[in-house]
C-alpha cells in the first residue's frame, strides 16, 4: 500500500479532481497547501486574492475533514519543504495538478526531478492541455475563433462526477502543520475586505451551486446580458475558477448536459453556446500563457516594447481611487475596491481608459488588477490587458479607442451601475450622468453635485488624449 502526498495549488477542491482521485486509488493520502513565502515568485498572491484563499482553504478544510484527513497546511518554499516532507512522512509518492506560469512551470519541474519520490502530474485545471491543440500545420493559435473551432471539435472526455473521492484514508500519524490563521492571509488593520464579505460565499460547494443556478435561470439571457453591468447576467464563476474550486470540465459538462435538454429551445442553445465560448477564452489565455511565457510583463509583439508611456502620479492615483470624472471608470474602480471584482464591459473601459487616456503602461494596470481582484488569473489578466492594448494575440487594434462616455451611454443607460457605485452622482438624470461636466449648472444644482468638490471635473479631454494615443500608436506599428 503506498503513501502519497497530494500538493495543492490552484486546485481547491476534491470533485474532477485527477491528482486527488489518482491518490486516493494508491492508499494512504495527505493533502498538503504551502504558502510560498519566497520572494521567488513574481506573482504572488495579491491582497484580495490571500483574502479569497483565506477562505477557500477553510471550506477546503472542512471538505477533507468530512472525508477523514486533515488538510496540512504550510508555509515557506516548497522546494525545501516538500523533500522534508516525503522523508518525514516516508510518503512514496507525491501528485499535483499542472502549472500553467514560467514560475510554477520550472518549480515544478525542478521538483518532479529531484524528489526522491515517484512523482506523478495531471490536468486538473483546463479542458485541454496547451499542446493538444495545434493548427494543421503545428503552429499555436493566435486568434480566438479558430481557436474556439477547434476547441469545440475535439471530445473532452472526463466524467467529473466519477472520481469525487468521500472517504480518504489519512497518514498515520499525520503530520503537523499550521493553523489557518498562521498564513496571515486576510488584511486586520485596517479590515478593507470587510466590504467584500456581501458579495460572495467561497469554496467548492458554493461554486457548484452558483453554476447550478446559472444554468438554470440565468444563461438564458447571456450572450446579451453579459455586457450590461447593472444586470447580473454572467455567472461570477471567475474566483472561483481562480482557486480551482471549480474545474472547467465540470462547467463544459454541465453545460453540455443542459444543452441537450434544452435542445429545441433555440434561445437556450445560443446563449448557453455563447457561454461555453466564454469559458473557452480563459483555456485560450492559457495556451497563450503556456506558449509565450514572457507576456505578463511583456507585449506579444515587440513592435510595442518601444512604446514612451507617461508616468503621472496624479493620473495613476486618481484611476486607482475612482476619482477620474468619467463616471463609468470611476464606477468600474470603486465596483473593484468594494467587492474585489469588476464586470468585463467595465474592465476593458478602465484599462482602455488607463493605457489610451492616461498613456500609463498596461503592466500597471495588470499590476493593480492582481493586487485588488478576487479572481486575479495570471492568463486572463495578460491576455485582457494585452488584448485592451492591442498588442496581444486577437487582440483589439489598436485605434480601437474606447469612448467612456458613449460606451456608458450604451452599456449603462439609465446608469444604475454609476449610481450604485458613485452615490454622488445619484440624483443627476440620466441623460447627464454619464458625462456630468455637459450637465447644464441648473441640473447640477438639483442633483446636489458641484464638480470639482462632489465629484472630480475630468482629468484628461478624451479627445485630445485619444488623438495623442492614436499617433503614439502609429509610429510603432
Ligand atoms: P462569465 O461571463 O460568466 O464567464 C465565465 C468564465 O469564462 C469566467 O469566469 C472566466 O473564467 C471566463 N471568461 C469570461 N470572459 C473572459 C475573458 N474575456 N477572458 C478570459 N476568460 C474569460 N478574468 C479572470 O478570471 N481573472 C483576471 O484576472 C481577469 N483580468 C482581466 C483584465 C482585463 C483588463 C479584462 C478586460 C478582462 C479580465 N478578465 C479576467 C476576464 C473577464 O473580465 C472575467 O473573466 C469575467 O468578468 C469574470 O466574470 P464572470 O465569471 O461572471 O464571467
Not at 263 to 278: I, V
Not at 443 to 466: F, N
Request: hydrophobic share 40%; glycine share 6%.
Amino acid at each position: 500500500m503506498s503513501s502519497t502526498l497530494y500538493w495543492h495549488r490552484h486546485d481547491l477542491r476534491l470533485g474532477d479532481n485527477p491528482a486527488l482521485s489518482f491518490a486516493v486509488e494508491q492508499g494512504a493520502v495527505q493533502p498538503v497547501f504551502i504558502l510560498d513565502t519566497t520572494n521567488d515568485n513574481p506573482w504572488p498572491y495579491g491582497a484580495a486574492s490571500k483574502w479569497w484563499l483565506h477562505h477557500s482553504l477553510e471550506s477546503l478544510q472542512e471538505s477533507y475533514k468530512k472525508a477523514g484527513v486533515a488538510l496540512l497546511l504550510l508555509a515557506g518554499d516548497p522546494v525545501k519543504i516538500l523533500p522534508k516532507l516525503l522523508r518525514d512522512t516516508k510518503a512514496t509518492c507525491v501528485v499535483w495538478n499542472r502549472r500553467y506560469d514560467a514560475y510554477g512551470i520550472a518549480q515544478d519541474k525542478f521538483l518532479k526531478e529531484s524528489l526522491p519520490a515517484e512523482v506523478k502530474s495531471f490536468n486538473g485545471n483546463l479542458l485541454l492541455e496547451p499542446w493538444q491543440i495545434k493548427t494543421k500545420t503545428g503552429e499555436n493559435y493566435k486568434v480566438f475563433t479558430p481557436f474556439w473551432r477547434a476547441l469545440s471539435a475535439q471530445s473532452i472526455s472526463i466524467d467529473p462526477l466519477a472520481g469525487t473521492p468521500h472517504q480518504i484514508k489519512p497518514f498515520s500519524p499525520p503530520p503537523e502543520g499550521l493553523n489557518l490563521n498562521d498564513l496571515d492571509l486576510r488584511p486586520t488593520k485596517p479590515d478593507w475586505a470587510k466590504s467584500f464579505e456581501p458579495h460572495w460565499t467561497i469554496g467548492e460547494t458554493e461554486a457548484q451551486q452558483k453554476l447550478d443556478k446559472f444554468l438554470d435561470n440565468t444563461v438564458i439571457a447571456y450572450k446579451d446580458g453579459r455586457d450590461f453591468p447593472a444586470q447580473d447576467d454572467t455567472s461570477r464563476l471567475s474566483p472561483h475558477l481562480a482557486f480551482g474550486e471549480i474545474s472547467p470540465r465540470q462547467i463544459w459538462y454541465a453545460t453540455q448536459a443542459q444543452l441537450s435538454a434544452h435542445k429545441k429551445n433555440a434561445a437556450y442553445t445560443t446563449n448557453a453556446d455563447h457561454f461555453l465560448r466564454e469559458v473557452a477564452w480563459r483555456e485560450f489565455a492559457y495556451h497563450l500563457l503556456y506558449q509565450y511565457p514572457d507576456t505578463p510583463t511583456e507585449p506579444l509583439y515587440p513592435k510595442f516594447k518601444a512604446m514612451k508611456w507617461k508616468k503621472s502620479k496624479k493620473h495613476w492615483d486618481s484611476w486607482t481611487k475612482g476619482q477620474t470624472g468619467y463616471p463609468i471608470v470611476d464606477a468600474g474602480m470603486r465596483q473593484l475596491w468594494q467587492t474585489g471584482y469588476m464586470h468585463n464591459r467595465v474592465r476593458m473601459i478602465v484599462a482602455s481608459f488607463l493605457i489610451k487616456d492616461l498613456m500609463i503602461a498596461w503592466q500597471d494596470g495588470a499590476t493593480w488588477f492582481w493586487d485588488t481582484l478576487v479572481d486575479a488569473d495570471l492568463a486572463n489578466n495578460t491576455l485582457g490587458w494585452q488584448w485592451t492594448a492591442g498588442c496581444g494575440a486577437d487582440a483589439s487594434p489598436y485605434y480601437r479607442i474606447f469612448n467612456p462616455g458613449l460606451q456608458s451611454a450604451k452599456f449603462d443607460k439609465n446608469g444604475d451601475y454609476i449610481r450604485t457605485y458613485v452615490p454622488e452622482l445619484a440624483k443627476l438624470p440620466a441623460k447627464y450622468i454619464h458625462e456630468p461636466w455637459k450637465a447644464p449648472p441648473l441640473i447640477l444644482k438639483e442633483a446636489g453635485v458641484i464638480l470639482g468638490k462632489d465629484y472630480p471635473e475630468p482629468i484628461i479631454d478624451h479627445a485630445t488624449a485619444r488623438d495623442y494615443a492614436l499617433q503614439a500608436f502609429k509610429e510603432l506599428v
